[in-house]
């Protein structure tokens, strides 16, 4: 059995500002080696509960966060950017399930840490009328290649967004956000606690075939973007294809994979 584990770093144990995940800032350094034991630990849980290999891909940035010297040993790592599926690097039909660790709610949340959906331009984005974060856009490319996603960690209302869209799969709640930069976090052992025990469930829930349905949109699939900014919008209709209204921008793809690269061209594009 093959799991991919999906990081970011908004929703790893214990961060509850930009400071803390952002590579120029002293505080950084601690939270890449929270984020290198959050991954460890759903690593490990996997493994206990039988899986034969996992692949992790570091999502956050420029995709250099995870320490690969603190790495569990058994654990592949796919490290850099741009990587052709970004943030789902690795994903592939051989994938059995996939972790989502250290998420966050999408832009606009209430009581969540970090709220954002891929970059400070984006504001929402539909697939088919369906409004998701990052967690949807990666799962929607999970389901690409049948795979599901039965994990997510981060703090509470990133979980409930993620479970609300993908169905009853396990999760780990690091911490109960109060705000945008508050929340009570738990001990990094706790946590990682958390994160094992659901890790293996996730892994046993797997075996038995007791998990939600991969994420499959219906083709062509519709996708909206909403800017920030109306001048955002201006740059990202550039791309042929594109239809401009006011801050949104939106466009047909023939399958996911084309949607996916289309929406990071676009918000790449906005700045």
């Known amino acids: 059995m093959k799991i991919l584990i999906a990081a970011d770093m908004e929703g790893i144990t214990g961060v509850v500002n930009w400071d803390q995940v952002n590579p120029s800032h002293a505080e ?69 399930g996939v972790f989502f660790v250290g998420y966050h709610a999408r832009a606009g949340t209430q009581n969540a840490i970090l709220d954002h959906t891929w970059s400070g331009a984006v504001a929402n984005v539909w697939i088919n009328s369906i409004l998701v974060g990052e967690f949807g856009l990666n799962a929607a490319v999970a389901g690409h290649f049948g795979v599901p996603v039965i994990l997510v960690t981060g703090d509470q209302t990133a979980c409930a967004q993620t479970t609300m869209l993908l169905g009853d799969l396990e999760s780990a709640v690091v911490k109960q956000a109060v705000g945008r930069f508050a929340a009570e976090c738990l001990s990094p052992q706790l946590a990682q606690q958390e994160i094992f025990t659901a890790a293996m469930r996730a892994v046993s829930r797997l075996e038995l075939g007791d998990i939600p349905d991969p994420f499959i949109v219906d083709l062509p699939a519709q996708m909206r973007i909403e800017f920030v900014a109306s001048d955002m919008a201006e740059r990202a209709a550039l791309i042929p294809g594109l239809r401009r209204d006011g801050t949104r921008v939106s466009y047909q793809a023939e399958e996911m994979l084309s949607a996916y690269a289309t929406f990071r061209a676009a918000v790449d594009l906005a700045g």
């Not at 950084?28 to 206990?48: I, K, P, Q, S």
């Not at 034969?52 to 796919?78: F, M, P, Q, T, Y």
């Open 28 to 96: 950084y350094a601690r939270f890449r080696r929270l984020m290198t034991a959050d991954v460890n630990a759903a690593a490990l849980g996997a493994f206990e509960a039988g899986a034969d290999e996992v692949l992790s891909v570091d999502g956050h940035a420029e995709g250099c966060n995870i320490l690969v010297e603190e790495l569990d040993a058994r654990v592949r790592l796919i490290s850099g950017s741009p990587a052709p599926l970004s943030m789902m690097q690795g994903v592939d039909e051989t994938v059995d």
